[in-house]
Nanobody, 126 residues
């Protein structure tokens, strides 16, 4: 089993920055693809970013590209999401997810991940 715990959310002003962390425990972390998703009130959960086992390959949603950076520290069993130039539309609950069984392409859908954290709230004020 894998347990994921997000942290680092909070209230920030538009244009500000925030770093989210996701700490993993349980089974092996280093070989898992990791992803970040977000869900705003009344909306579906949407893909934000993903990273492969080594950190050498990343994928971003168009809304995140150029502003967000996903990274991982396998020695610490932790994945990060650095968010810059935040906008009010970034307001959502942010979830991290893990998937062991994937091919060449990083999963970018909710069903592509088997393990999920509880989420951390990010609120961007205007």
């Amino acid at each position: 089993q894998v347990r994921l715990v997000e942290s680092g959310g909070g209230l920030v002003q538009a244009g500000g920055s925030l770093r989210l962390s996701c700490a993993a425990s349980g089974r092996t972390f280093s070989t898992y693809a990791m992803g970040w998703f977000r869900q705003a009130p009344g909306k579906e959960r949407k893909f934000v970013a993903a990273i492969n086992w080594s950190g050498g390959s990343t994928t971003y949603a168009d809304s995140a590209k150029g502003r967000f950076t996903i990274s991982r520290d396998n020695a610490k069993n932790t994945v990060y999401l650095h968010m810059n130039s935040l906008k009010p539309e970034d307001t959502a609950v942010y979830y991290c997810a893990a998937e062991e069984s994937y091919g060449t392409l990083l999963p970018i859908t909710v069903v592509g991940y088997d393990y999920w954290g509880q989420g951390t709230q990010v609120t961007v004020s205007s």
